[in-house]
């Protein structure tokens, strides 16, 4: 054999055995053909758009009310504000000592408490504070129970996908929804709009409103290396107390959330607007901003020297956008006098609580046993037809709306309207023309609690 | 520890104030069937004779000082055996003040007592120099803590004596509060247990039911005291009795279709959802238990059913009767139980395989 043979047949030898030595699934590299968005078509009965805080809740009910349910989402998880916003406290679920908002929404926050090993507070001791009801949750629970949930109920959840056009068509919702890789029409018997931002509504076609200054979104986050009470405060300016102590805050009568830490503390995001990627990219893009400067300047500071950030949400919560111009619109007046309707399907309790301009809250208490109430022709927007909404964009006006928005509230927005539009496909006919007795009954049933 | 008679019921022999919290049951002074036994710095724990636990009290002889004065304080102060303020005292002729040194009425000494009974006040997150308002001038000088009573506090002190409400309230929850509640915690038994689950306080029951403990041996009465919480109509109570149902009692297939019964006739879901945990962690659920579920399926509301599935599994409830139940269940008008039932059937066709 020459040389050159040898070296060959030895180079030939050597390679065969490297791939011998090799897992085969090393050489299953194929060419693929280019990429294509893969398009389908889908039936369903409801369709949510929306798994946040109401949408998450709207989908198990409609699921568990026997209805092929669907559910788009954009994001990655389910919860909206109450787990992805970092808002981890949902409330307020008990006012003047008796459960007022029960349902899934309740059951999913007790499956979270009761997972974590924390015990539910005292419900009957009124406190001084509204907040002090709220129920401090572990978020990344939360999240795995409300999927499990909706899984549970045969939901089909559809993440990282938001609808591109909306059409009504013989009685049917025809609604293009895109994602990674993908586009499906979904022709829906009924729609339900969970967005926070009224974006179907408004695709739609119907009509929804807007205040020329909107509450700011808070980029919720926590910190740590410093301790607030060995701070000579009085070094430092005022306009950092807030983030120094808020950071610092804890429950000390609430007995949920022991085993978790919830961060309270939050910087402003002003104009903070979810509605669409632009507006969305914004808010996150300006909240990260604003903590970071925050946080420099913090660093600054004697005694703060070693603040690092230990935490912060992958979005900023949002507080207002859009509403809808229902067939009833909530006013203040409505709110604070615990006015009670022929379609009231929910209970409502929150101050009127507005974000001003990011340096004061407007707030305004209820007085002793007053519960407002959310009647459905809120959830309806004007010459709708299959059409019903849930949480912060209900039918409103700007200070009923700021006392509207908050979790539990939506939570049981959520169950209404998905009962609402269950009976709209059994009676066959659309959610404004459904007697409300029937749906209270029914949202009974389902462990609802519906003012009486 | 001493066991003590004379000098502790020397101090309660003397006529003096008592304003004690509504419901403080157990407090009243029986001197010939108690004892005591002493911790030191004047704290007691008082005994029946047969050695029962009553009450602890500690006699305080301190100051309250505030513009550069300080005013003696002589008063004894009252714990339930959980720590739970009951009241206060003081020798006739003692009396509390105000900062113009006028004496509390009979009406503020009532408010004192009231505000004394609330743990949750702000004192705990409050400095003493934070009770007044820091004049514009102020320095370090305790003359200068003379303001007026800081916003904060001035709806939950008497007014006019927020030192003084201030420091008995502080005294109330401090460290002797903390040993008592520590002390009853290390030697609770069914007994003093008991005691406290039978008291008229609400705050006592629930701690009664925070602290029982598997360790514990527990008796019938217990057990009947216990199955009363539950079933209260007073959801915290219920919730909290079920949370403290020992491992043992979950044992006992009577307890267990006692518990289920309780379950279908609450209507609180907390309460509901910690039954079911309950049920679910019992070793198996009884005969008559599975046969009460049974006929109550046609009654329940969607999400219930979906529970008692999941129950069946956990416990193999896999016997011909149940599964012709569940299997009727296919005709239901719901599709979720539908699937519900459906999925049942097919785990336990698995199973059979």
Redesign the interface.
Known sequence: MSKIKRRALLKSIGAFSVAAGLPGGLHAETLIKPYRVKESFTETDILIVGGGTAGTIAAIQAGRTGAQTTLIESGSQLGGCTTTGGVSFPGIFHAWGEQIISGIGWELVLDAVELNGDQLPDFTKIPKSHWKHQVAINPALYVMLAEEKCLEAGVDIRYYETPTSVKFENGRWLVESTGKGVKTIISAKQLIDCTGNALIASMAGYKVLREKETQPGSLVYSMGGYEFDQLDLSKIPQRYHRALHQNMMTSKIRKTGENTFVPYGYVYVYGADSTTSETHTMANQKGRQNLLQLIRELRELRGCENIRITSMKTETAVRETFRIEGLYKITKEDYVSGRLYEDSLSYSFYPIDLHRDGKSIYQEFLKPNIVAAIPMRALIPKNSENFLVAGRCLSSDRLANSALRVQASCMGMGQAAAVTASLSIQEGMTPAKIAPNLVKERLKEYGAIVPS | MLYFLALGSCYLLKPKIQYFVKKSDGWSVQFNNEHYISFGDSLFLRETSDGTPKSFYQHFSTGVCFDNQCRPLDIILHWSISGRYLGFEMPKGEFLSKTDHDPFSRKEYLQLSEILSNY?LPF??IKYHELMNQPESSTESADAISGATSERIKDIVVQNAAYTTYKLWKLVYGESQKFIEQYTEKHLNTSNLMTVLNSQDRNEI?WGL?HMRDTLSFSIPLKTRLVSLIQSD???LS??AV?AIPKTYLNDSDFLEILFLSYLNTP???TK??MF?KLKAAPRLGQNLVVKSRQSIGAM???EI?SLLKLYEKHSVEDSVTVDVVRKLINH???????LAKGYLRKHENRRE
Do not use: C, F, L
């Open positions: 949750d705990k997150d629930v925070t007073d959801y915290y919730y909290n949370h609180d879901t907390s959802k910690a945990r509301a969607p999400q979906s008008p719901n599709a979720y139980v539908v699937n």
